[in-house]
């Protein structure tokens, strides 16, 4: 059996970023610059006032001495106005600063009297002027190929009067669920049968990672109807298939895969819940069978569907782990298996506690759950111990 390492490296290795595309900025949040983006306008813009108040030569404010105020700046429009000495200029927050002003006095820190102002405070040069270039300079990097579009991204984007950006492109997927037991939500269950889960759960995450979802579809345990599913199904970037890839007489998708011509690559990876694991292709499709108890679908997905689908976004290899932080486990933990087990915790204040049961059909503890704790095989941990959990949103 290979390990989660071996086969997250083959998956990565086999799927290429597609195509990147302009797109308005509205429409590219969560998703990955397609290159190196450089600042074309200097933040701020040019010199001006961080307050409303007056702007003044700091050097001729001296205790007592009133100055006078000789105009004023509103924002919006440069009046190329000029102060002197013992001069002051009433101005507005983000307005220009004006020729031979070196500072801004609040206006909460000056009593005005007609044409005159008195400054109660001391004033030091620079004070509430926003210096042109201070916070970002031109032709400095502000976004790296591969890296997340975030909101504040966007607003940085925005700034520099970008109205478009390029981003990779957006990894269409196909899911398809299997077995002879399962009802759709909305049905009613006969004996035996149970309500159909995991398609919902893969088209949520799908969705939640960047991906977009073409079809979802469900087959019976039934090979010519499994081959007709996955051949609509081969026609996007990713097909998941879920159940039916374990070892039983009703597992079918292997010997279907083959029927319809698709390689698998690799079967069974060293991990708990998870290990009846599928990859493969078929042309420019990556194909991944689940396993089809909800957990296994979960943790496989997180492991290997997730970073597939960031690659195809053309997201650089920093964005592919899931979060990590420190937690402090509120129980001993122990793995006596011979495969890592991602555990299912909740995170209380700092503090990991196991939450339902952990075996893979415990579809209640995955929902409660907030944190997955990857165990190693023979791994003892104690109450107490720091550890690092992979945070699940
Ligand atoms: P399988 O991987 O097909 O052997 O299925 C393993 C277990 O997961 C069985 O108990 C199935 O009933 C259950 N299962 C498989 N597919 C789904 C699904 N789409 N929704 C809910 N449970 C499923
Ligand atoms: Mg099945």
């Not at 086969?7 to 595309?21: D, M, N, T, Y």
């Not at 306008?41 to 007056?54: C, E, H, I, W």
């Not at 070196?102 to 405070?121: H, K």
């Not at 506690?353 to 095989?377: D, F, M, N, W």
Request: proline share 5%.
């Amino acid at each position: 059996m290979i390990t989660e390492d071996e086969a997250l490296a083959h998956i990565l290795e086999s799927v290429k970023p597609l195509g990147s595309r302009r797109v308005p900025l509205a429409q590219a949040r969560e998703r990955f610059s397609a290159r190196d983006i450089f600042a074309g306008v200097a933040l701020p813009v040019f010199d001006n006032s961080a307050m409303d108040g007056y702007a003044i030569v700091a050097s001729s404010c001296e205790a007592g001495k009133s100055q006078r105020v000789i105009g004023e700046q509103p924002a919006g429009l440069d009046r190329r106005l000029r102060i002197g000495p013992g001069e002051a200029l009433r101005i507005f927050t983000g307005a220009p600063l004006p020729a031979g002003a070196d500072a801004v006095v609040m206006q909460e820190d000056v009593r005005r009297e007609g044409a005159e102002i008195f400054i109660n405070t001391k004033v030091e040069p620079g004070e509430f002027i926003r210096r042109r270039g201070s916070d970002l300079s031109e032709g400095q990097k502000i976004l790296g190929a591969g890296e997340r579009i975030r909101p504040q991204t966007l607003a940085l984007l925005a700034s520099q009067g970008l109205a478009e950006i390029e981003v990779g492109g957006e990894a269409r997927t196909a899911i398809i669920s299997t077995g002879d037991e399962l009802v759709a939500p909305g049905g009613s269950l006969g004996p035996g049968q149970i309500y159909e889960s995991n398609s919902t759960l893969l088209q949520a995450l799908c969705e939640k990672w960047g991906a977009s979802v073409a079809a979802v579809e469900h087959s019976d345990d039934e090979a010519q109807s499994i081959e007709a599913a996955l051949r609509r199904g081969l026609e996007n970037d990713i097909l998941i298939i879920v159940g039916g890839v374990s070892v039983g007489a009703r597992d079918l998708v292997k010997p279907a895969l083959n029927a319809v011509g698709a390689q698998t690559d690799l079967w069974r990876v060293s991990v708990k819940p998870g290990k009846p694991f599928l990859f493969g292709r078929a042309g420019k499709c990556a194909i991944f069978g689940l396993p089809g108890n909800p957990v296994s679908a979960f943790v496989t997905f997180l492991l290997f569907v997730r970073p597939a689908i960031l690659r195809l976004m053309g997201a650089g290899a920093d964005e592919l782990p899931l979060r990590k932080y420190d937690v402090q486990l509120a129980e001993d933990l122990q793995n006596p298996g011979d495969r890592p087990h991602y555990v299912r915790g909740r995170v209380v204040q700092g503090k990991f506690t196991v939450v339902g049961r952990q075996e893979s059909h415990a579809l209640y503890g995955l929902s409660r759950a907030k944190a997955l704790l990857r165990v190693a095989p023979g791994e003892t941990l104690s109450s107490g111990a720091t550890v690092s959990a992979l945070a699940l949103d």
